[in-house]
């Protein structure tokens, strides 16, 4: 069965600094990822995913994501981050393309913008 | 388009109560998914369905029923609440080959 760890429960970073969210994931396959934001009572959005190809992914917001096979991982990242990002943030993994099956997601991060 | 839409907003049930979670989405999407999301633990797969008349249970199915009737709808039953079922409940909707639509939630209460 497939998992997700995210190791931080909370980031919290200055206002314009850049950003880094740690994905472990497992999964026997090749895996399909996700991540995906929410701010405080609401759903969740799709940031970006990672089906195949380019190992280096673009999604919304100026985020962006790099899957490496070798370590497991599909950490998200953002250069300059503003005080909008703050909210909880999720990495999931899916068996099958588009997550036909349902997804796995890890616990979350907290994210803290400090001005 | 709507999306993905989720009623009640909110509900506070006794121990024993029954009620239906009712989801809609109306992007003529073939699977649908139901997750709960307890503080801490991210979201855990209830049910899920690829297409109406189709269910199946995901990770923690145990008192919750769910039925498929139309591409549409995907309603969550709860038949006898426990304090355990207190939760954010999520609705979910995709499109073979892409990704989730999430609905706003359900927030419940089981006292």
């Known amino acids: 069965a497939q998992s997700v760890t995210q190791p931080d429960i909370h980031i919290t970073v200055s206002e314009g600094a850049s950003l880094e969210l740690r994905c472990n994931y497992s999964?026997?396959?090749?895996?399909?990822l996700f991540w995906y934001v929410q701010s405080p009572g609401q759903g969740l959005q799709l940031l970006l995913k990672?089906?195949?190809?380019?190992?280096l992914v673009q999604g919304i917001k100026g985020f962006e994501a790099e899957f490496k096979r070798s370590q497991s991982s599909f950490n998200l990242r953002k250069p300059s981050v503003h005080w909008s990002d703050a909210a909880e943030y999720f990495c999931?993994?899916?068996?099958?393309?588009?997550?036909?099956?349902?997804?796995?997601f890890g616990k979350g991060t907290h994210l803290i913008i400090q001005p | 388009n709507a999306g993905v839409t989720q009623t009640p907003k909110f509900r506070i049930l006794k121990i024993g109560q029954s009620m239906t979670l009712q989801c809609t989405q109306d992007?003529?999407?073939?699977?649908m998914y139901w997750y709960r999301q307890d503080p801490g633990m991210g979201l855990k797969l209830i049910y899920y369905?690829?297409?109406?008349?189709?269910?199946d249970k995901g990770e923690v199915p145990n008192g919750y029923n769910v039925s498929r009737s139309t591409t549409e709808d995907f309603p969550l039953r709860l038949e006898l609440a426990a304090p355990s079922q207190t939760s954010v409940y999520f609705c979910a909707s995709s499109y073979r080959d892409n990704e989730q639509f999430f609905g706003p939630g359900t927030r419940l209460t089981v006292l």
């Open positions: 999931a993994v899916g068996a099958t393309v588009g997550g036909a099956d349902g997804l796995t």
């Open positions: 999964y026997g396959a090749t895996p399909y």
């Open positions: 990672y089906f195949s190809g380019d190992t």
């Open positions: 369905s690829v297409g109406a008349g189709i269910t």
């Open positions: 992007m003529n999407h073939n699977y």
